[in-house]
């Protein structure tokens, strides 16, 4: 199951790093401003804040029709973009884009949730967000090929034809674990067996309102508000950062962008590997999430560095360094939905926590968008090294460990 979703991550994050690989491109062809561009970006941060509505479809109508139906939906807008012309029309479809898109985290969180007993969620979560980087880490050569054969364009019209396969493998393969034909007696036992029973599913379904005051909620939330933007920056501006700034051209970008998304992917496997490390040695599962999370936070500084190195390759290894830090961090503070709510709300609150982290990068974007020609980047790579301290800070001090 795991595997299966691994590639509707490689699927999601190819499909919207597309836009940030041919930016370079994109805006010199249709006579786009930098300032544009941060809207075309932010309008899909917008979107994907609207994550807590397809985690409460994908918590009411169940994770194989739900999850199929945003897969097929985003890879036709994905397809859209090959049409589209002037500013405007890449931020509508980049709206609608991510509001089909912020259904991959509260979906992955569900499926670990269901499928995954308390002590393998944490490699699980780290598992499937390998997909993202993965993704991410496509988009260069895919662009780079779609330009050689024809255009830019053929990137999106390839990378939507993808989804839209994947969507039927997964309305032909998936089943929850309850009705799985081949799941084994001794499997869901252990599954079972592994799940915290004050986490079970109650009788009613999720409440918004109600998720919205509990501590927990805003405890893993506004840690991704601060930290989720290093993400952004990668995705959408580094290569308009490396080709702009660095003097890069599409083959350079394409030869080096994917790094700090290699980079990305270690991380996803050390912060479960961190976390699971402290709790051998007797620490509690809240606790060692949070120990994880404010490794990450630390190796995040050297990202404020990236603008001061003369070297462009020195500038890199830090986005790596930046890269792998967000993971570590990112993956363990996502898995964390899965150990503080019920199954039948933590697609839900996963989503509201995502709704928290897009909206850091909307406003990161458009900030940037905005000031990035009258500053320059140094001031934003500086912000994005200390933020995560204050998410960590956040993180201990608004979560509290189950009774």
Known sequence: MIALFVGAMVLNYLARSVLGVAAPMILAEQAISNQ????????????????????????????????????????????????????????????LLGLAEGSAQPAGQKLVAEWFPARERGVAGGIYNIGA????????????????????????????????????LWLLWYRGPASHPRLGAAERRLIDEGQEARLSASGTRASIPALLRRRDLWGIALPRLLADPVWGMLSFWMPLYLARVRGF???????????????????????????????????????????????????????????????????????????????????????????????????????????AGNLGVLIFSLTLGGLVDQVGYGPFFLLLGVLDLFGAALLWTLVRKPA
Do not use: K
């Open 249 to 355: 051209d599409l083959g350079q970008i394409a030869l080096f962008a994917w790094l700090p998304f290699l980079a990305a992917d270690l991380g996803c496997l050390f912060g479960p590997a961190v976390a699971a490390f402290l709790q051998r040695r007797g620490i509690a599962l809240i606790d060692a999430r949070r120990w994880a999370f404010t490794l990450g936070a630390t190796m995040m500084t050297g990202m404020a560095f990236v603008g001061m190195v003369a070297s462009p390759y020195a500038a890199i290894a830090l986005l790596c360094l930046g890269g792998f830090a967000h993971q570590t961090l990112s993956v363990t503070v996502i898995t964390m939905a899965s150990d503080l709510f019920r199954r039948n709300e933590v697609a839900t609150a996963a989503g509201l926590a995502g709704l």
């Open 133 to 168: 980087s993965f993704g991410a880490i496509l988009a260069p050569p895919l662009v780079a090929w779609a330009v050689m054969t024809q255009s830019w364009r053929l990137a999106f019209f390839a990378a939507g034809a993808m989804g839209l396969a994947w969507s039927a």
């Open 36 to 95: 544009q561009y941060g809207w075309i970006t932010g309008a899909f941060q917008i979107g994907v804040m609207f994550q807590p509505l397809a985690g409460y479809l994908l918590d009411g109508v169940g994770l194989r029709l739900g999850f199929a139906l945003c897969v097929a939906l985003w890879s036709l807008l994905t397809m859209a973009h090959g049409f589209a012309t002037g500013w405007i029309s890449f931020a509508a479809l980049r709206g």
